[in-house]
């Protein structure tokens, strides 16, 4: 495929390359092969912008998977010998593709997923930047000595072995990227990329190919559930890395210990909170809730504080300043560079956000501004969903209790620093949350207090590098991710005692 380039903006300026899409033949990688389904079957992959076909992609079968699993088992030998610094070094020729191929991967996140344009790019920077962060922990695999008696005693970290890659629609190029961590630890891969956005990464199968040895990285996707169940029980599938929602990891979990025991983890989703106390600034913390929420996402983010808990002195002050910019943002076409939200991944997720916003109102939450599809002719397609704010949220309805995972943000008032902390706390998910005051001592024993895996204090959102990620309760299990912890995860701890004589 050529690379695409951004100099206009819009889908009328990129017709060309859209419709070039549905020529590309778009194929599986098994083996170091890149082929269609075994009995090539494809299903289509929609624009959620136009609500057209953008391409049919191999739909895969059992025979696929299996295929690709015993391909990453045969290359597990090989790819287990390989130094580390020779296989992190391989990571990094396929990074250097990736941001050859820049702006054609982001192209393809934008028309495919509907994310904005300047997102896909920033999702192409934060994948790049994670795949040379792994390759550079490649010699940190460090076992230990223990003097535990006159004889030696060691541990070093080997290959868990095949390693299973299962990820969301929301960032699909970048989930699909941080394959390397398995990579690196030496461990071939299976990736199972989100049928609702797939493109991305049936294109990084064929960059893929140009780099690793057969089997070392495998690329199956098919319409439904029967894919990743068949995947996570394969045999040889000895460890899953899953990233998305709670009820599809309950099912990732069941599989898997119904076949074998299998290391599983699972980052799931979130409803976050973001707690306001009065003393806070109320422009810095009605911003942090804005670009907390993800509405550049459309609130298609496990991490979104789409809670804001606002004590009551300030209550009705952020609630104004947070609609002010809500309704200052732009939404429209995803490829248009000036738009700062898209659209919703397809009429699902349209319907679902649509249903909950009704669902809240009918409880009695207040609409301050959104509501519904934006009006005007510019929307006259095109799953939208206009970045919406509901105010005086009761903590127990379900709008504060269940994932929309869409542009909607509650507003709940609270009265005390252990009435916000009971509030935070009453949800099942537990993976990120924020608190803002100038009191540095409430600041830390409100995180301290928090069922959360990542916390803030006076921010929100933001990830760093090498900072480990990951929640709690139902947000998620076995370990963190995006960190030198990740990459550990990959690997099994063996105990060697030397014994002298």
Known sequence: MTTTTHAASGHAAHADQITALAAHPWRLLIGGELRPAADGGTFATTDPFSEQELARVPDATAA??????????????????????????????????????????????????????????????IALQQMRMFAGFALEMKGQTIPASNALHLTVREPVGVVAKIWPYNHPLMFACRMAAPLVAGNPVVGKPPEA?????????ELAAEVFPPGVVNIVVGDGPAIPDRLVRHRAVRRIGFIGSEPTGRAIQRAAAEAAVKHVTLELGGKNAMVVFADSDVDAAAAGAVSGMNFTWSGQS???????????????????????????????????????????INRAQYEKSLSYIG????????????????????????????????????????????????????VIPFDTEEEAVAIANSVDYGLTA???????????????????GHTWINGSSMHFPNVPYGGVKGSGVGGKEECLEELLSYTEEKVINVMFR
């Open 434 to 452: 924020s608190v803002w005051t100038r009191d540095l001592d409430r600041a830390h024993r409100v995180a301290r207090d928090f069922e959360a």
């Open 302 to 344: 496990c991490g979104s504080n789409s809670r804001l808990l606002v004590q009551r002195q300030i209550y009705d002050a952020v609630v104004t300043r947070v609609a002010e910019l809500v309704q200052a943002r732009r939404i429209g076409d995803p490829l248009d560079e000036s738009s700062e939200q898209g659209t919703m």
């Open 64 to 125: 696929d998977v299996d295929a690709a699993a015993e391909a990453a088992e045969a290359a597990r030998p090989g790819w287990r010998a390989t130094p580390a610094t020779e296989r992190a070094a391989l990571v990094l020729r396929f990074a250097d593709l990736i941001e050859a191929n820049a702006d054609e991967l982001a192209f393809l996140d934008c028309v495919d997923a509907g994310s904005p344009i300047s997102n896909a790019r920033f999702d192409v920077e």
């Open 197 to 205: 956005a797939p493109l991305s990464t049936l294109r990084l199968a």
């Open 359 to 410: 669902i809240a109102r009918a409880e009695g939450a207040r609409l301050v501004t959104g509501g519904g599809r934006p009006e005007g002719e510019n929307f006259a397609t095109g799953f939208f969903v206009a970045p919406t704010v509901l105010a005086d949220v009761d903590p127990a309805s379900r709008i504060a209790r269940e994932e929309v995972f869409g542009p909607v943000l509650s």
